[in-house]
């Protein structure tokens, strides 16, 4: 006889359903309370203090969560975040998860206008930000029109809600030391992609799907529960307090990781015995080329991370030389949507290094346990399940699908977006199109292509971004290549942009593109590529300063050539 409920509000309610990511907070308090938390090289918070343990972390987010509690908001509610990252970036997150309530996270560097936009997608009911911030929501009120309560970094103002400080420094035990009661599979959060491919979309997180990223990080990438990792993403850093770290926060500004000071960057790993690191690929090209310079070591160092865009082999592999002995490098492959859904080591990265310069894409690695990729046909149209038989043999290129528990099912507020990203599988699961073209090979890595929605279709002949890139990056005075679409009256011309090394003459321009054309034609993916823009500098994605902007380049390209090469 079948003895389980058929109520769903009973079942919503059992212990096995109920789940908060604050509680990992809590544990690790348990653990080691007196454990330093958070160590800011950017300057003190709003209570004046560089330094948190992690005693006080749980103490400050209580207290945060019983003035929460106590306004008008209510569980579930969501409360952008508008803080510098820092300490009251960690005491502001989990005192909202702790409440019940859910941060939405918009990256400021996407431009006013964008992120407007996302800031009135998401209807939030709460703000917790600057004084700049608040000011900007009553300038702009259209975009805010569904706030009910504001908390400030600093002294409020007329336009009243209570300040951060205020709320830390009220006398009496922060009731509620528990976190709220959500289930696991309620909204946690809302993090919106960056919009470096597309307009910026808010991805669901659950509290689940945070446990799972969690669990998923400390079995890959082992950072260890006595280490200080340095921590250059604000997102990545919270895993560090769920799993016990101290993150220290180096002087820099997050928003352009690829403008840090080496110097700075490598001073703080060494002042404060760093163990681990989370860097851009443009931070750490940036690291590696400094510390190799300079003959320097980072003694301490046994573990660094890098992700959310394409590294170059050789600088991963630069920075590794400059680690601790026995030390790992490695670069996961994923997105908002996902991550991490597979990793690499440097060693591997170099010995794939060749096939990478040849065109072959790059190598990210197999899929992480609990986890599974396949590659389906290329299509831009919708497609409600694909079957044992549509998964692409290995070698053959196509579009990323993934399912595991940290992959998002849902848009917030975009059902046309989410049904276009979500298929069923073959094993009657749900999984998500990644959006990226690659391929498998014969050993079950993941080879990355670039984005579908960048590749170059001209008349027969597909291009793919990261492929035909890497043919031309591997000429001397070529800095950077990027793979564009210019329209012209028969069909799509692939056109490929080069940022040189150095500023050049027009007569060592002409050179040099004689030199391109060369190495182009000895590589089948390039081999009809003739066209070459200089530019003096890519544009880049405004999360990691790593991924290329090739939309606006095309728009720029589509302008240029015109002007000055023949259309065929």
């Known amino acids: 006889m079948d003895t389980s409920t058929n109520n769903p509000e009973e079942s919503r309610n059992s212990e096995e359903s109920r789940f908060n990511i604050a509680s990992l907070l809590t544990q690790a308090v348990r653990q080691n309370p007196d454990k330093l938390a ?4 950017r300057g003190p918070d709003c209570l004046g ?12 987010s209580n207290l945060l969560a019983r003035g929460l509690l106590n306004s008008p908001l209510q569980i579930g509610d969501r409360v952008v975040v ?18 019940g309530l859910v941060p939405v996270m918009v990256d400021p560097g996407m431009g006013l206008k964008r992120m407007l936009s996302c800031l009135a997608e998401a209807k939030p009911q709460g703000l917790v930000g600057t004084k700049l911030a608040h000011m900007a929501s009553l300038i702009m009120p259209r975009y805010f029109a569904g706030i009910k309560h504001r908390v400030t970094l600093g002294r409020t103002f007329f336009w009243g809600g209570d300040s951060l400080a205020a709320l830390l420094t009220r006398s009496g035990p922060a009731e509620n030391a528990e976190p709220a009661p959500t289930l696991a599979d309620d909204p946690a959060a809302v993090l919106f992609t960056s919009g470096a491919t597309g307009p910026a979309k808010g991805t669901i997180y659950t509290h689940s799907m945070f446990r799972a990223q969690v669990k998923l990080i400390d079995e890959t990438f082992a950072l260890g529960k006595d280490g200080a990792d340095l921590s250059t993403f604000p997102l990545f850093s919270l895993f560090t307090s769920a799993l016990g770290l101290t993150a220290v926060i180096p002087n820099m500004n997050p928003a352009k990781p690829g403008s840090a000071d080496p110097k700075k960057i490598i001073q703080t790993i060494n002042e404060e015995k ?37 590294i170059q082999p050789q600088a991963a592999i630069d920075f590794a030389k400059a680690m601790a002995p026995g030390a790992k490098l490695s670069t996961p492959y994923g997105a908002t949507e996902g991550m991490p859904l597979t990793s690499i080591d440097v060693g591997e990265i170099a010995e794939v290094r060749g096939m990478t310069e040849q065109g072959f894409g790059m190598c990210v690695g197999r899929p992480l346990p609990g986890h599974k ?23 053959e290129v196509g579009e990323f699908v993934a399912s595991g528990p940290v992959v998002a099912l849902e848009y917030f507020e975009r059902p046309k977006e989410t049904e276009m990203s979500l298929v069923k599988g073959p094993d009657q699961k749900t999984w998500r199109r990644m959006g990226d073209c690659g391929w498998q090979d014969a050993q079950g890595r993941m080879w990355f292509c670039g984005r579908k929605s960048q590749r170059v279709v001209s008349g027969k002949t597909v291009y793919f971004t990261i492929s035909c890139e890497a043919i031309f990056n591997n000429h001397p005075k070529v800095k ?3 793979l564009v679409g210019v329209e012209t009256p028969d069909k799509t011309k692939p056109v490929m942009i080069i940022e040189p090394m150095e500023r050049m003459t027009p007569k060592q321009w002409a050179v ?21 823009l200089s530019h ?27 002007k000055v090469l023949p259309v065929e």
């Open 373 to 395: 990729m396949a590659v389906i046909p290329l299509t831009d149209s919708p497609m409600n399940s694909f079957s044992e038989r549509q998964i692409l043999p290995m070698g």
């Open 274 to 310: 760093c163990t681990s690191i989370f860097a851009s690929p443009a931070l750490l090209m940036r690291l590696a080329g400094y510390v190799k310079d300079n003959d320097l070591k980072f003694p301490t160092l046994n573990r660094a991370i890098s992700a959310g865009a394409p």
């Open 38 to 41: 958070v160590v800011n090289k």
């Open 49 to 60: 203090r560089t330094k948190l343990s992690y005693a006080q972390l749980d103490e400050d």
């Open 82 to 99: 508008m803080v510098p990252q820092g300490p009251d970036f960690f005491v502001v997150i989990f005192g909202l998860f702790k409440a």
């Open 512 to 532: 040099l593109v004689e030199e391109l054309r060369a190495l182009g034609r000895s590589n089948p993916r390039t081999m009809s590529i003739e066209s070459f």
């Open 480 to 482: 950077r290549s990027a």
């Open 536 to 562: 003096p500098g890519f544009p880049v994605d405004i999360r990691h300063n790593a991924k290329i902007n090739r939309e606006k380049l095309a728009k720029w390209a589509n302008v240029k050539i015109h």
